[in-house]
């Protein structure tokens, strides 16, 4: 035989060597928890290795992830029930939860990237990522849009450096986007939730916010996880809606998506690794039924390999450990 592929596969040198995609703690973006309190740090008990924490604890937190070269986090809010309301005005209030952690986070790590959400499902007492009608049920588009860019407007206020819409309302990366332009924002980037399927791999997340839908579920507005041309055709609306960056969420089911994605547009590819997927790892680690720390390494990789610029997951800061240890 004068050709043997398992010669570049000999040893650890040579696998390395030929090694095609790699994971850097520059990829990698960590999820984060804020709640009100002082020196309180809540496990989430469907994501071992996950909690929420008091704004105190969180810049602790977040001071832990500089040291290990983590340089971008992503902000979710657990706002008490007595502050969501059918109109969901506490997701614009300048004086919130959000927004009070955003500019402490600031303050303190100016040079930290600090993503926040762009949806009302936190702030909405349906539980639903838009205003619904009292009525009908249905999901408001164009009026949840309102809201949207007055939430987005606080949040570039307070020193946001991406806004996430992840509400996967029609038209709102321009609403946004020209929200932002006529306020004199223009430098804030929006990393747009592109192809937000309607996935039950989000349930342990919505566990940590309590922000589940009180009725129905959210198959109108995120997508269909049978359709991946729908995908690229959202993803190529919100690129000349005016996004910096595209996501697909969840990852691992969508591995497909991020690769096609990432032949149609020349944008940066997010992919959110997302609570479930996360969950299960775990889970099965804690059986000692996989190793958790190859199976993150795997995951990750094969982001990396379909083609995502940007990986969002509850693994960073145990991959950038990872990465700190070599």
């Known amino acids: 035989m004068l050709i043997r592929p398992r010669r570049t596969r000999t040893n650890q040198a040579i696998r390395s060597l030929v090694s095609e995609s790699r994971v850097t703690v520059d990829d990698l973006i960590q999820p984060l ?10 496990p989430i008990k469907s994501m071992p290795g996950q909690y929420r924490f008091s ?14 070269g983590i340089k971008a ?9 007595k502050f969501k309301t ?21 303050d303190r790590f100016p040079e930290m990237l600090v993503m926040t959400d762009i949806a009302l499902d936190p702030y909405n007492r349906d539980g639903h990522d838009g205003l619904v009608d009292a009525k009908s049920g249905k999901i408001l588009n ?6 949207l860019n007055q939430m987005a407007l606080v949040q570039a206020q307070a020193g ?25 924002f223009q430098d804030v980037m929006i990393m747009s939730y592109s192809a937000k399927y309607a996935s039950a791999f989000y349930g ?18 995120q997508m269909d996880f049978s359709n991946a041309r729908e995908a690229v055709r959202e993803a190529l609306l919100d690129q000349e809606e005016g996004a910096d960056i595209l996501m697909v969420k969840p990852g691992l089911s969508y591995l497909d998506v991020v690769y096609q994605c990432k032949q149609a547009s020349h944008l940066p590819i997010a992919v959110y690794n997302v609570s479930g997927e996360y ?4 889970a099965a680690a804690e059986k000692g039924w996989v190793d958790a720390d190859k199976i993150m390494l795997e995951t990750l990789t094969a982001f990396k390999r379909a083609g995502a610029d940007i990986i969002l997951t509850y693994f960073a800061k145990a991959m950038a450990e990872r990465l700190h240890r070599l």
């Open 142 to 147: 164009d009026q949840t849009l309102e809201v």
């Open 86 to 106: 059918t109109d969901a005005r506490e997701a614009y209030n300048p004086n919130g939860l959000n927004q009070r952690a955003v500019k402490a986070i600031k």
């Open 73 to 81: 986090i992503s902000l979710f809010p657990v706002i008490d029930e």
């Open 33 to 42: 928890f804020v709640m009100e309190g002082k020196s309180v740090k809540t």
């Open 279 to 282: 969950a299960m790892v775990m």
């Open 204 to 221: 342990p997340f919505r566990e940590a916010l309590d922000s589940a839908p009180k009725s129905g579920d959210k198959k109108t507005y």
């Open 55 to 68: 704004l105190d604890y969180l810049l602790e937190e977040i001071q832990t992830l500089k040291n290990l």
């Open 160 to 184: 946001s450096d991406i806004l996430g819409p992840s509400d996967m309302m029609d038209g709102r990366v321009l609403s946004l986007r020209q929200t932002l332009e006529s306020n004199s």
